[in-house]
């Protein structure tokens, strides 16, 4: 069963950059996509994007700040996400989309991500 | 698409059912809508999908319906894990959306 693990800081200065990485344990990175979402501290759902070897989608109020990759070799995943402000603490979560990049089928325990100085 | 689930919150005692609601702002082509379940302190877990197919290791007391603008969660008897809040999301449309959540509590 495929597991997944975000890891990165949970402090990030208001301005900065976040960034985060997802590693995939239990399974192959392979014909999947693979995303992030996040969770505001009132507990709203906002989706953040996908990518799939070099396709990407993403949520269009975050196009500017946001960047996505993947390093296979290390069934890796990453999030960058710049200018960040206080609007942007979250529990970010990593996910795993069924085939075709529908619905997701599995995700991360998440990590709570504080903008502060 | 907005995503707009009713009720709130919704009180309900072990044994009864629950009937949760989540309506579109548009039409959702396919019937692409998903329902997760999220526990305190957990992720979202993958309960329905395309409105009515429930995922691998759904019990199946939850049932999802609907199509359109109208979709619904249904659980016929609530076990004590079932509280929790549930939350709809829609995936037909590429700027995928969430409902704020129903949260079912013990009454």
């Known amino acids: 069963q495929v597991q997944l693990q975000e890891s990165g800081p949970g402090l990030v200065k208001p301005s900065g950059t976040l960034s985060l990485t997802c590693t995939v344990s239990g399974g192959s990175m392979d014909d999947y996509y693979w995303g992030w979402m996040r969770q505001f501290p009132g507990k709203g759902l906002e989706w953040i994007g996908y990518l799939r070897y070099s396709e990407t989608l993403d949520n269009p109020s975050l196009r500017s700040r946001l960047s996505m990759s993947s390093d296979r070799s290390k069934n890796q995943f990453s999030l960058s996400l710049t200018s960040v402000t206080p609007a942007d603490m979250a529990v970010y979560y990593c996910?795993?989309?069924?085939?075709?990049?529908?619905?997701?089928?599995?995700w991360g325990q998440g990590i709570l991500v504080t903008v502060s100085s | 698409i907005v995503l707009t689930q009713s009720p709130g919150t919704l009180s309900l005692s072990p044994g009864e059912g629950a009937t949760l609601s989540c309506r579109a702002s548009?039409?959702?082509?396919?019937?692409?809508l998903a329902w997760y379940q999220q526990k305190p302190g957990q992720a979202p877990r993958l309960l329905i999908y395309?409105?009515?197919t429930r995922a691998t290791d759904t019990p199946d007391r939850f049932s999802g319906t609907g199509s359109g603008t109208d979709f619904t969660l249904t659980i016929s008897r609530l076990e004590p894990e079932d509280y929790a809040v549930y939350y709809c999301?829609?995936?037909?449309?590429?700027?995928?959306?969430f409902g704020q959540g129903t949260k079912v509590e013990v009454k």
């Open positions: 548009e039409t959702v082509n396919n019937n692409f």
């Open positions: 996910v795993r989309y069924a085939r075709g990049g529908l619905y997701c089928d599995s």
């Open positions: 395309g409105a009515s």
């Open positions: 999301q829609q995936y037909i449309d590429s700027l995928r959306t």
